[in-house]
């Protein structure tokens, strides 16, 4: 079992940044693959970013050049640094770990973009 606790949601102005936290349980972090999702209500979950245990990355087409997601095997932590937000990125952001046949979710955080 693989517990996810994220950090660093809130309210922020548009154009501005945010970076989102996320620190797993586990010693064997490494193993996973770790991303970000996001859902606003009466949506589905979507990708927002996505990184391999080889640290490869991947991004929606709707955040590319604007978000980062980075891992520290060592701190078993993921952060996805969000900048130049838009009011079209408010969500609930779920950090995930996947290693076949396993996948763990966090709890959530808002993240709101509102002048």
């Known amino acids: 079992q693989v517990q996810l606790v994220e950090s660093g949601g809130g309210l922020v102005q548009p154009g501005g940044s945010l970076t989102l936290s996320c620190v797993a349980s586990r010693a064997r972090f490494r193993i996973y693959t770790m991303g970000w999702y996001r859902q606003t209500p009466g949506k589905e979950r979507e990708l927002v970013a996505r990184?391999?245990?080889?640290?490869?990355?991947n991004y929606a087409d709707s955040v590319k050049g604007r978000f980062t997601i980075s891992r520290d095997n060592d701190k078993n932590t993921v952060s996805l640094q969000m900048n130049s937000l838009k009011p079209e990125d408010t969500a609930v952001y779920y950090c995930?770990?996947?290693?076949?046949?396993?996948?763990?979710w966090g709890q959530g955080s808002q993240v709101t973009v509102s002048p």
């Open positions: 990184i391999t245990t080889a640290g490869f990355a």
């Open positions: 995930n770990a996947f290693s076949y046949p396993t996948n763990y």
